[in-house]
């Protein structure tokens, strides 16, 4: 069961209808339900027996609102940038609980973490290790870190989402991995945790992420044979989620088959970083369509809200859900290009859809809490759309929507006498 679903003709998030949150809140409008966000932690928790860890990835979903729920369940949390440790302090979570990924972390951001009491910095490169131990060693401290390896295996994903193989910008090649982790056991203010990967996301079977963990557990014994003894292992995200609801990841199956293979390393904590698939079924976006436009061999719903707000399409050609949330009677309707206000050919959220519709309906694209409100902009100076969580029969705003001045604080015009 969802949380998020028909019940009278009428879409609901839990008991609220959509409808009625457009009325009280406007258009765009993030929602989000909070009891589906519990069900999907639960469900990894279940699943994964401590001490084994799980870091919420917080790129996902960075609301502080959404942060403070996940924290209050006992999560860590996955970061990948300063502004991201600080929302998750904020949320009340624990830094001892937060993992540090990212290719590019600054010294600023290094001594921030340092400061705060990071529970790990994932290195992606043999470069950041040793600026790792420079900052450490300025600041009298012990580095815990973790090194991320590219086990190179094929997530079969969207390219810009694929991330384990060779080629990517991320992490260590395995076959370079070996000195690195020498380098890190033997440097003075750095003290070796563990190993990290992360293949991909959006992956929709359990091979490429057991191929991925067999290569990560037969490094960890070549370590372990040259007197290097890790106390985890971070297999990372990426479990995919089913947008278009026909197939899925058998997320049971692929934990279970993790802990088998764990099952002869009794001494290593594992760790998992899910991200989409603890928020992406948990929120829609509502919409409202302003005009139908119709031409020879086209119709186009024009909404109010575009990739500014929504950019997964846009940017990797992603399909989303789209429904009428007031389900109509022919239920196949026309094909319908529905597309947003943004200057930009690329700028819509679903093409060829069957839809009924006409100006004023409202419209809900589904699978949109993750990746969806943090990367939207303010792109042709559009207000960010603001967020509502549904916690049983009542809703709360977790972000106003922006005003213009929002969108204009910290701009100043040129001195004039
Ligand atoms: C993005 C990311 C995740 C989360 O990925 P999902 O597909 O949302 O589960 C986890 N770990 C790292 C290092 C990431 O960059």
């Known amino acids: 069961m969802n949380y998020i679903d028909f019940k009278q003709g009428q879409l609901h998030v839990e008991q609220v209808p959509a409808?009625?949150?457009?009325?009280?809140?406007?258009?765009?409008?993030y929602v989000y339900s909070k009891s589906q966000i519990i069900k999907n932690w639960q469900l990894f928790k279940q699943h994964w027996p401590k001490p084994h860890r799980l870091c919420y990835a917080v790129k996902a979903n960075s609301n502080l609102a959404i942060l403070q729920l996940l924290a209050e369940q006992g999560a860590g949390f996955d970061i990948v940038s300063a502004g991201e440790?600080?929302?998750?302090?904020?949320?009340?979570?624990?830094?001892?609980?937060?993992?540090?990924?990212?290719?590019?972390?600054?010294?600023?951001?290094?001594?921030?973490?340092?400061?705060?009491?990071?529970?790990?910095?994932?290195?992606?490169?043999?470069?950041?290790?040793e600026r790792i131990q420079q900052v450490a060693a300025e600041l009298s401290q012990s580095a815990p870190v973790s090194l991320r390896v590219n086990p190179d295996v094929d997530a079969k994903t969207h390219p810009y989402i694929a991330t384990g193989?060779?080629?990517?910008?991320?992490?260590?090649?395995?076959?370079?991995a070996m000195p690195i982790f020498k380098r890190a056991a033997a440097l003075p203010n750095i003290n070796l945790l563990g190993a990290d990967c992360h293949i991909g996301s959006q992956i929709m079977s359990s091979e490429p992420f057991l191929d991925a963990a067999k290569r990560m557990f037969k490094l960890v014994e070549e370590l372990a044979s040259e007197g290097i003894k890790l106390s985890h292992l971070d297999l990372g995200g990426g479990f995919g989620i089913s947008y278009e609801e026909t197939d899925r990841l058998d997320l049971e199956n692929y934990l279970k088959g993790v802990l088998e293979l764990a099952n002869n390393y009794p001494e290593l904590t594992l760790m998992l970083e899910p991200g989409r698939a603890i928020v992406a079924d948990a929120g829609i976006l509502i919409t409202r369509v302003e005009y139908i436009k119709a031409?020879?061999?086209?119709?186009?719903?024009?909404?109010?809200?575009?990739?500014?707000?929504?950019l997964r399409p846009s940017l990797y050609q992603a399909w989303h859900d789209i429904v009428a949330v007031q389900e109509t009677q022919n239920a196949r309707g026309q094909l319908v290009d529905v597309v947003g206000p943004v200057c930009e050919t690329g700028c819509f959220l679903g093409h060829a859809r069957h839809l009924t519709v006409k100006s004023g309906d409202l419209l809900a694209v589904k699978h949109a809490g993750a990746y969806g409100f943090t990367m939207s902009s303010n792109y042709n100076t559009r207000a960010k759309p603001a967020e509502v969580l549904i916690d049983q029969g009542s809703s709360y705003i977790i972000r106003e929507r922006e005003t213009f001045d929002d969108m204009v604080r910290g701009e100043r015009l040129l001195k004039r006498t």
């Open 165 to 176: 193989m060779k080629a990517n910008k991320f992490g260590i090649a395995m076959a370079d």
């Open 85 to 129: 440790l600080k929302r998750v302090l904020k949320a009340g979570g624990d830094p001892a609980s937060v993992v540090f990924s990212g290719v590019a972390k600054s010294e600023d951001e290094l001594r921030f973490a340092l400061q705060q009491g990071i529970g790990c910095i994932n290195v992606e490169s043999a470069a950041e290790l």
């Open 295 to 310: 031409t020879d061999d086209k119709r186009f719903a024009l909404i109010d809200a575009g990739m500014n707000d929504l």
């Open 19 to 29: 409808s009625q949150l457009a009325e009280q809140y406007g258009t765009p409008l």
